[in-house]
């Protein structure tokens, strides 16, 4: 921690809570390392001693100890020598300071350790190892704490950022604090563990006590672990972040000089490893407050819940999305859910699942999608719970400030209903007959969204972009079945396409932008005669309420034209109602969505 006139001063390492007794493990070293003059530590009592000193207390032994270990370790990983200024001392060691009971910062408040920059000096109380008896886990690594900082000051970008106040702390204190820990073999301080949904910069603390410059520690040692590799050693990878501050001399916020320093690591900087830090964390123990919002089946081809909200620069919100859904069933797939970010700037938003990023560059970039799995509610219906954390971090720091979004969850199921046949208005509806329930129980669903899949829409056909949609829904128990296809330029957005009325063959090629449509009478059918009936389209409108990668959604209205008959044997079937018009909403999935459907997709619902 900073001490008030840390500037001037020192650096300290405050008493933990938590009663412990372990001793540094002897671990592995990487192959290449740092040579410093010496990693060898010799005791003096200090010069503003406030308390006893005695050199030849044992807990003077288990600090020294301690240093000599950690030294060897921080040599290996490749970390700079200490900035510590040997005082004249004959022997090839670095001087350190003791006190007992008597280790004050200028704050007024009992430490037990404190690293000076501007003297280049460690003073620590060796007391606090036997405090109660026992080994205090803050007292305790200390001297590891201290050591850090010092190593930190041998950076000369180190400085810079120290000037900058209390807004460097979280990155001073965080990294000594992730530097115990890295030794210890533990993951968690005893200060606990911040609230995730708070800035990066400005962590906050679950309790009342501890400090918050310390808190910071976790996302230190995801870099240590992600970057670096197994710890302890990964922790080595610091170095480089450190040696990268000296370049950042020119910024003027801390978390600027953060984000440029972090490149040396990660080409991103903080806009790739913040997000990956947040998705590591997919526990809602993390998170103050977590949104609950749930969506709710309706009646229609599909539902959608929306919830506004507004994030703070790198800082993260977290919701818990509570799905239902339909289970798969002899007729259809089981329902999906898609959730989707949107922002004005959707550059700068990240859209976490679970432990997974939803953040490709792409059409597809911030958009989650899944069969809806979970526990089932009945013979029905499934429910899931999904962990989704907003997270805001911009490319460029200078662009970091708060961001307004909208969370959209959609549940689609694949869906046909057809709600009714009837002649065009002002003619004779057949009596008392219609076709509703048995078209009704189409049980073949399929939808195309793609820009491949015919050599006839092309550019020599006068399309640059094409888009090609095309609709099935059949049965098949019998022949009743609906189509429709279009070949669209660029995106196929949500709205009203006309159908085209008896077109000259099924070429949708030839009618860009227009709907190509037919439907059959199975011969089940009450009105079929117990023959298929074909119609071709004499007129009507294709409604597309939503078009994604994955799903296409919407309603049409057929006027049907009889189409003509050719037999060659037997008596001539009867002919069904003509003309005839069907309503039909569906909600079917795209069989190609891994084709490129992004390309053809507005994304709009």
Not at 72 to 85: N, Q, S, T, Y
Not at 175 to 197: C, Q, V, Y
Request: aromatic share 10%; hydrophobic share 40%; glycine share 10%.
């Amino acid at each position: 921690m900073l001490n008030a006139r840390t500037r001037k001063t020192g650096l300290a390492s405050w008493i933990g809570r938590a009663a412990i007794g372990l001793i540094i493990a002897a671990l592995p070293f990487p192959t290449l390392a740092q040579n410093w003059p010496t990693t060898d530590w010799e005791p003096f009592c200090g010069p503003d001693i406030r308390g006893r000193c005695s050199l030849d207390d044992p807990g003077v032994e288990v600090f020294l100890h301690q240093l000599s270990e950690a030294s060897e370790r921080f040599e290996a990983m490749g970390f700079l020598a200490p900035a510590i200024d040997p005082m004249g001392i004959v022997r090839q060691a670095y001087p350190v300071n003791f006190v007992e009971d008597g280790l004050i910062s200028d704050t007024g408040e009992r430490v037990v350790g404190l690293y000076f920059p501007s003297q280049r000096r460690i003073d620590l109380d060796y007391a606090y190892y036997f405090a109660m008896g026992a080994e205090m886990e803050g007292g305790y690594f200390a001297p590891t704490h201290e050591l850090f900082h010092a190593i930190q000051f041998a950076y000369p970008g180190s400085h810079h950022l120290h000037s900058l106040g209390d807004a460097a702390n979280w990155v001073i204190e965080g990294s000594a604090k992730a530097a115990e820990l890295a030794f210890e073999g533990h993951t968690i301080s005893d200060l606990g563990s911040p609230w995730l949904d708070s800035p990066l910069d400005r962590f906050r603390l679950r309790g009342r006590t501890g400090n918050q410059h310390y808190i910071a520690y976790p996302f230190w040692l995801h870099v240590a672990d992600t970057y670096g590799g197994s710890r302890p050693d990964g922790f080595g990878i610091l170095h480089d972040f450190f040696r990268g501050l000296e370049s950042q001399a020119d910024q003027s916020s801390a978390i600027a000089m953060v984000d440029g320093a972090l490149r040396t690591i990660d080409a991103e900087g903080l806009y790739d490893i913040y997000p990956g830090f947040i998705a590591r964390h997919d526990d809602q123990q993390h998170y103050e407050s977590v949104v609950e919002f749930r969506t709710r089946p309706t009646a229609q081809p599909q539902y959608t819940t929306t919830i506004k909200g507004s994030v703070d620069p790198v800082s993260a919100r977290a919701f818990l999305v509570k799905v239902v859904g339909i289970i798969e069933q002899e007729q259809s797939g089981a329902s999906e859910v898609e959730i989707r970010l949107e922002a004005d700037d959707p550059d700068a938003l990240h859209l976490i699942v679970g432990d997974t990023r939803y953040d490709e560059p792409g059409a597809g970039r911030n958009v989650y999608f899944a069969d809806i799995g979970g526990k089932a509610l009945n013979e029905l219906s499934t429910y899931e719970e999904l962990f989704v954390r907003v997270v805001n971090v911009a490319r460029d720091p200078a662009a970091y400030q708060p961001q307004d979004f909208e969370l959209i969850a959609t549940v689609y199921h694949e869906y046909i209903l057809v709600k009714g046949t009837g002649q065009p208005p002002g003619e004779a509806e057949p009596g008392g007959e219609a076709i509703g329930s048995a078209i009704a129980t189409l049980d073949r669903m399929s939808g195309f969204l793609s820009p491949h899949g015919s050599p006839f829409a092309s550019p020599d056909a006068g399309f640059a972009a094409p888009c090609l949609l095309r609709i099935s829904l059949s049965d098949g128990r019998n022949s009743s079945a609906i189509s429709f296809a279009m070949d669209h330029e660029g995106p196929i957005v949500p709205g009203t396409y006309p159908i085209v009325s008896n077109p000259d063959g099924v070429r949708p090629e030839n009618y860009p932008d227009q709907v190509i449509a037919g439907f059959v009478l199975g011969e089940s059918n009450p009105l079929a005669g117990g023959f298929p009936q074909r119609y071709e389209a004499a007129g009507g409108v294709l409604t597309l309420s939503s078009v994604t990668p994955r799903w296409i959604t919407g309603n049409a209205r057929i006027l049907g034209s009889l189409g003509r008959k050719v037999y060659t044997s037997g008596d001539t079937p009867p002919d069904g109602p003509n003309p005839l018009a069907i309503d039909v909403e569906f909600s079917v999935r795209n069989q190609v969505a891994h084709m490129g459907a992004e390309r053809c997709a507005a994304f709009d619902g």
